[in-house]
Protein backbone atom coordinates (compact mmCIF):
# COMPACT_ATOMS: atom_id res chain seq x y z
CA UNK A 1 0.00 0.00 0.00
CA UNK A 2 1.30 3.04 -1.31
CA UNK A 3 0.87 6.49 0.97
CA UNK A 4 -1.51 8.34 -0.28
CA UNK A 5 0.68 11.62 0.09
CA UNK A 6 2.71 10.31 -2.26
CA UNK A 7 1.01 8.95 -5.41
CA UNK A 8 -1.43 10.21 -7.65
CA UNK A 9 -3.01 6.71 -8.89
CA UNK A 10 -6.61 7.92 -8.13
CA UNK A 11 -6.56 11.02 -9.80
CA UNK A 12 -4.61 9.92 -13.03
CA UNK A 13 -7.57 6.50 -12.94
CA UNK A 14 -10.10 10.12 -12.86
CA UNK A 15 -8.13 11.52 -15.00
CA UNK A 16 -7.89 8.49 -17.57
CA UNK A 17 -11.39 7.70 -17.20
CA UNK A 18 -12.77 11.74 -18.31
CA UNK A 19 -10.52 11.15 -21.66
CA UNK A 20 -11.87 7.67 -21.68
CA UNK A 21 -15.11 8.97 -21.44
CA UNK A 22 -14.52 12.07 -23.85
CA UNK A 23 -13.69 9.47 -26.57
CA UNK A 24 -17.18 7.42 -26.18
CA UNK A 25 -18.76 10.52 -26.29
CA UNK A 26 -16.96 11.87 -29.43
CA UNK A 27 -17.69 8.30 -31.00
CA UNK A 28 -21.33 8.34 -30.02
CA UNK A 29 -21.86 11.78 -31.70
CA UNK A 30 -20.35 10.71 -35.09
CA UNK A 31 -21.19 7.29 -35.26
CA UNK A 32 -25.14 8.64 -37.12
CA UNK A 33 -26.03 5.22 -37.70
CA UNK A 34 -26.00 3.78 -34.45
CA UNK A 35 -29.56 2.62 -33.38
CA UNK A 36 -31.50 3.92 -30.42
CA UNK A 37 -31.16 0.91 -28.51
CA UNK A 38 -26.94 0.92 -29.10
CA UNK A 39 -27.42 4.59 -28.06
CA UNK A 40 -29.44 3.84 -24.83
CA UNK A 41 -26.87 0.96 -24.26
CA UNK A 42 -24.19 3.83 -24.07
CA UNK A 43 -25.68 6.34 -22.34
CA UNK A 44 -26.67 3.37 -19.24
CA UNK A 45 -22.50 2.34 -19.62
CA UNK A 46 -21.62 6.00 -19.60
CA UNK A 47 -23.69 6.84 -16.46
CA UNK A 48 -22.40 3.87 -14.41
CA UNK A 49 -18.51 4.65 -15.00
CA UNK A 50 -19.64 8.61 -14.07
CA UNK A 51 -21.25 7.21 -10.69
CA UNK A 52 -18.52 4.71 -10.40
CA UNK A 53 -15.55 7.75 -10.85
CA UNK A 54 -17.55 10.22 -8.18
CA UNK A 55 -17.93 7.44 -6.39
CA UNK A 56 -13.70 7.06 -6.35
CA UNK A 57 -13.32 10.92 -6.25
CA UNK A 58 -15.39 11.25 -3.26
CA UNK A 59 -13.32 8.37 -1.49
CA UNK A 60 -10.24 10.37 -2.46
CA UNK A 61 -11.44 13.64 -1.08
CA UNK A 62 -12.45 12.22 2.10
CA UNK A 63 -9.23 10.74 2.73
CA UNK A 64 -7.06 13.92 1.47
CA UNK A 65 -9.47 15.98 3.75
CA UNK A 66 -7.61 13.81 6.74
CA UNK A 67 -4.72 13.32 5.65
CA UNK A 68 -1.71 16.12 7.27
CA UNK A 69 1.01 17.00 4.49
CA UNK A 70 3.72 14.59 4.99
CA UNK A 71 7.49 15.56 3.60
CA UNK A 72 8.03 12.91 1.06
CA UNK A 73 11.71 11.26 1.41
CA UNK A 74 12.91 13.65 -1.01
CA UNK A 75 12.05 16.00 1.17
CA UNK A 76 14.36 15.49 3.33
CA UNK A 77 17.13 13.61 0.73
CA UNK A 78 16.74 10.50 2.19
CA UNK A 79 19.47 7.79 0.66
CA UNK A 80 17.76 4.73 -1.55
CA UNK A 81 16.50 1.76 0.63
CA UNK A 82 17.33 -1.86 0.06
CA UNK A 83 14.77 -4.49 -0.07
CA UNK A 84 12.06 -3.39 2.38
CA UNK A 85 8.92 -6.00 2.48
CA UNK A 86 5.52 -5.96 2.67
CA UNK A 87 4.01 -5.52 5.84
CA UNK A 88 2.38 -8.89 6.33
CA UNK A 89 -0.70 -7.61 8.49
CA UNK A 90 -2.26 -5.22 6.96
CA UNK A 91 -4.51 -2.65 7.99
CA UNK A 92 -2.11 -2.57 10.96
CA UNK A 93 -3.36 -2.86 14.36
CA UNK A 94 -0.97 -0.94 16.50
CA UNK A 95 1.02 2.20 15.76
CA UNK A 96 3.77 2.37 18.28
CA UNK A 97 5.75 5.71 19.49
CA UNK A 98 9.69 6.01 19.80
CA UNK A 99 11.48 8.62 20.51
CA UNK A 100 14.54 8.83 18.55
CA UNK A 101 17.09 9.47 21.01
CA UNK A 102 18.84 12.63 19.19
CA UNK A 103 19.11 16.08 19.41
CA UNK A 104 15.63 18.25 18.92
CA UNK A 105 14.91 20.05 16.16
CA UNK A 106 13.12 23.40 15.18
CA UNK A 107 13.73 24.11 11.58
CA UNK A 108 12.58 21.30 8.58
CA UNK A 109 16.54 22.05 7.61
CA UNK A 110 17.87 20.69 11.11
CA UNK A 111 15.16 18.38 10.98
CA UNK A 112 16.17 16.38 7.75
CA UNK A 113 20.06 16.30 8.81
CA UNK A 114 18.92 14.47 12.04
CA UNK A 115 16.92 12.18 9.63
CA UNK A 116 19.92 11.49 7.40
CA UNK A 117 22.09 10.57 9.96
CA UNK A 118 19.58 8.32 11.71
CA UNK A 119 18.87 6.72 8.56
CA UNK A 120 22.43 6.36 8.09
CA UNK A 121 23.54 4.63 11.22
CA UNK A 122 20.70 2.12 10.88
CA UNK A 123 21.79 1.54 7.17
CA UNK A 124 25.93 1.29 8.07
CA UNK A 125 25.98 0.00 11.84
CA UNK A 126 22.76 -1.88 12.52
CA UNK A 127 22.73 -3.36 8.44
CA UNK A 128 18.86 -2.42 8.34
CA UNK A 129 17.32 -2.14 4.83
CA UNK A 130 16.15 1.37 5.67
CA UNK A 131 15.19 3.99 8.45
CA UNK A 132 13.27 2.10 10.78
CA UNK A 133 10.31 4.71 11.38
CA UNK A 134 7.27 4.92 9.08
CA UNK A 135 7.21 8.11 9.77
CA UNK A 136 8.51 10.83 12.10
CA UNK A 137 7.11 13.83 13.39
CA UNK A 138 9.64 17.30 14.37
CA UNK A 139 9.88 20.17 16.52
CA UNK A 140 9.36 21.52 13.30
CA UNK A 141 5.66 20.66 13.45
CA UNK A 142 6.02 18.48 10.59
CA UNK A 143 5.68 15.07 9.58
CA UNK A 144 8.38 12.77 7.55
CA UNK A 145 7.91 10.03 5.65
CA UNK A 146 10.46 6.99 6.22
CA UNK A 147 9.28 3.86 4.97
CA UNK A 148 5.33 5.14 4.78
CA UNK A 149 2.29 3.18 4.64
CA UNK A 150 2.56 -0.49 4.40
CA UNK A 151 5.93 -1.67 4.86
CA UNK A 152 7.41 -3.92 6.98
CA UNK A 153 9.12 -2.31 10.06
CA UNK A 154 12.02 -3.02 12.55
CA UNK A 155 13.17 -2.69 16.12
CA UNK A 156 9.93 -3.51 17.91
CA UNK A 157 10.03 -7.01 18.24
CA UNK A 158 7.13 -9.33 17.33
CA UNK A 159 5.30 -5.74 16.35
CA UNK A 160 7.87 -5.49 12.93
CA UNK A 161 5.48 -7.11 10.64
CA UNK A 162 1.98 -5.58 12.22
CA UNK A 163 2.94 -1.75 13.36
CA UNK A 164 3.52 1.42 12.65
CA UNK A 165 6.58 3.33 13.86
CA UNK A 166 6.08 7.02 14.54
CA UNK A 167 9.38 8.32 15.66
CA UNK A 168 9.22 11.92 17.73
CA UNK A 169 12.52 13.47 17.08
CA UNK A 170 14.87 14.40 20.27
CA UNK A 171 15.35 12.64 23.40
CA UNK A 172 12.44 13.50 25.67
CA UNK A 173 14.08 13.15 29.20
CA UNK A 174 12.39 15.81 30.85
CA UNK A 175 10.14 17.44 27.83
CA UNK A 176 6.88 16.01 26.42
CA UNK A 177 6.16 16.59 23.03
CA UNK A 178 3.89 19.76 22.13
CA UNK A 179 0.14 19.62 21.38
CA UNK A 180 0.95 20.17 17.88
CA UNK A 181 2.62 17.26 18.01
CA UNK A 182 -0.14 15.19 19.45
CA UNK A 183 -2.10 16.80 16.78
CA UNK A 184 -0.19 15.62 14.35
CA UNK A 185 0.18 12.19 15.51
CA UNK A 186 -3.68 12.30 15.70
CA UNK A 187 -4.03 13.30 12.14
CA UNK A 188 -1.79 10.75 10.61
CA UNK A 189 -3.98 7.91 12.50
CA UNK A 190 -6.59 9.59 10.76
CA UNK A 191 -5.32 9.65 7.50
CA UNK A 192 -4.07 5.70 8.31
CA UNK A 193 -7.95 4.70 9.13
CA UNK A 194 -9.04 6.28 6.18
CA UNK A 195 -6.54 4.87 3.40
CA UNK A 196 -7.22 1.40 5.20
CA UNK A 197 -3.61 1.50 5.88
CA UNK A 198 -3.99 1.04 9.91
CA UNK A 199 -7.07 -1.35 11.67
CA UNK A 200 -10.35 1.11 12.30
CA UNK A 201 -9.80 -0.52 16.36
CA UNK A 202 -5.78 0.36 15.58
CA UNK A 203 -4.49 1.09 19.38
CA UNK A 204 -1.19 3.02 20.19
CA UNK A 205 1.70 2.43 22.51
CA UNK A 206 5.46 3.57 23.36
CA UNK A 207 8.51 1.35 22.07
CA UNK A 208 9.54 0.55 25.49
CA UNK A 209 6.49 -1.54 25.54
CA UNK A 210 7.42 -3.93 22.69
CA UNK A 211 11.26 -3.83 23.42
CA UNK A 212 13.91 -3.86 26.78
CA UNK A 213 15.96 -1.68 24.52
CA UNK A 214 14.61 1.59 26.06
CA UNK A 215 13.40 1.34 29.87
CA UNK A 216 9.82 2.99 30.39
CA UNK A 217 11.12 5.73 32.60
CA UNK A 218 14.23 6.53 30.67
CA UNK A 219 12.11 9.00 28.93
CA UNK A 220 8.23 11.12 29.08
CA UNK A 221 7.20 9.37 25.77
CA UNK A 222 5.62 6.32 27.88
CA UNK A 223 3.63 8.83 30.18
CA UNK A 224 2.53 11.32 27.27
CA UNK A 225 1.28 8.10 25.12
CA UNK A 226 -0.99 6.41 27.96
CA UNK A 227 -2.82 9.24 27.77
CA UNK A 228 -3.75 8.77 24.73
CA UNK A 229 -7.45 7.46 24.12
CA UNK A 230 -5.99 4.73 21.81
CA UNK A 231 -3.13 3.49 24.43
CA UNK A 232 -3.19 0.29 25.19
CA UNK A 233 -1.31 -0.66 28.36
CA UNK A 234 -0.62 -4.73 27.64
CA UNK A 235 -0.42 -5.18 23.98
CA UNK A 236 -0.09 -8.68 22.42
CA UNK A 237 0.95 -9.21 18.87
CA UNK A 238 -2.21 -10.55 16.81
Same mark, same amino acid.
Given at each position: ?????????? /??? *??????????????????? %?????????????? $?? #???????????????? $????????????????????????? %????????????????? *??????????????????? +??????????????? +? %? /???????????? +?????????????????????????????????? #??????? %???????????????? #?????? $??? /????????? *?? /?? +?????
Amino acid at each position: LKSVYVTNQP /IDF *LISLSVRLTGVLSYASHKK %RLSLRSTFKVSATM $AT #ILQISFLVLASVLAVS $AQCPVVIPRSGWNAREARFVPVLPI %RPAPFVIVHPTGTASCT *LQAECSEIIRNIQDFQMQA +NGWPDISYHFLIGGD +N %R /IYQGRGWGREGV +NVGQYSNQAINVGFIGSFQQNRPSAEALELLESL #IGCGVGA %RALDQDVNVFAQCQAT #IMVGCS $ATT /IFDWISEHP *LF /IS +NPHPV
